[in-house]
């Protein structure tokens, strides 16, 4: 399972927590300024995924280097068209001659297209970037996929979806077999797609095919974050195709529908739009979230109230 965390309060920039149920390790969305996000999970980060590098959603990034500097991990950050060089600035901008080069690594992937990610190094003490590769995939790990939307937001804004990789479990109640580890040659029988593999139990050999009906595959889960975006067409047809059915998706409403000029004037969304993106998206669950600073809480309750009026909303 993933869950997502938002640790920023009412007023703050954003920034959100992804964890997964299986691992200590986790990967954060956008660096802004964020009171509930602690030390220790600064720490256990093992990915930064960046939407886009407006202030609001990168101004943190110092305090999270702040604490990841001296692990000797590497850690991977996603981002948009130029985000070595951003990173690049950012920390050059210390004076690091106290630190080794194996205090960290960072493994930058800019993404320049669909299909094509730059793999940047970047290391203590002189920070220079190294393009290492270029690959089509953005981020794969033991648990997650990670797929995106290039979004227009009068700049690249992207929006990424986590997908949780497939699991296959054990029926114990309808094997009437002893357990043993005939169960882990099944599944990785299964998983590998070798029907034919022969499997021992008690003494007996028999073809992982014919036991194949002991296992239940289940669907990983599925959760989208959407930053920033300009309602239109073209990027609404990119969240359709990435985001389609997705389990649970938090989406950018920074504008009430009162304020939808400002929303067009800034490429950003608004309450009703975005309640209704996600509808055509048949997302399971789904949240507003990233208001304007200069609205009240009785202001996001409004955003909310149109949010889910349009998500529900049957045609
Ligand atoms: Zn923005
Ligand atoms: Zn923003």
Request: charged fraction near 30%; include cysteine.
């Amino acid at each position: 399972m993933l869950q997502a965390e938002i640790k920023s309060l009412l007023r703050e920039d954003i920034s959100i927590l992804i964890k997964t149920t299986n691992s200590g390790k986790h990967y954060l969305y956008d660096c802004g300024e964020a009171s509930l996000l602690t030390v220790k999970e600064i720490q256990s980060l093992s990915a930064v995924f960046i939407s886009h590098t407006h202030i609001d959603h990168f101004s943190n990034f110092d305090g999270i280097f702040r604490h990841q500097i001296g692990s000797g991990e590497k850690i991977v950050i996603c981002g948009p068209k130029n985000i070595h060089h951003q990173i690049e600035s950012r920390l050059k901008s210390y004076t690091w001659n106290l630190v080794d080069e194996n205090a960290i690594e960072y493994e930058i992937r800019e993404i320049v297209s669909e299909e094509e990610i730059n793999v940047y190094r970047i290391r203590p003490p002189y920070w220079k970037p190294e393009l290492v590769t270029t690959q089509n995939f953005l981020f794969e790990d033991e648990y997650v996929n990670v797929d995106f939307a290039i979004l227009d937001h009068k700049t690249d804004s992207i929006a990424y979806l986590f997908k949780e990789k497939d699991s296959v479990t054990f029926n114990e109640n309808g094997s009437g077999f002893k357990k043993g580890k005939w169960i882990g040659e099944l599944k990785a029988a299964f998983e590998n797609d070798q029907s034919e593999k022969e499997i021992e139990i008690e003494g007996t050999v028999y073809k992982a095919f014919d036991l194949f009906r002991l296992l239940t595959k289940n669907a990983g889960y599925r959760l989208g974050v959407i930053m920033d975006h300009a309602v239109c067409e073209s990027n609404y047809d990119k969240l359709k195709t990435v985001f389609k059915r997705a389990d649970m998706v938090y989406i950018e409403t920074f504008y009430k529908d009162e304020d939808q000029e400002f929303a067009k004037i800034n490429y950003h969304s608004f309450a009703s739009a975005s309640g209704k993106i996600m509808k055509d998206c048949q997302v399971k669950e789904s949240v507003p979230i990233h208001f304007s600073r200069r609205y009240t809480e009785n202001d996001v309750t409004e955003i909310e109230t149109a949010f889910y009026k349009a998500f529900s909303e049957t045609n």
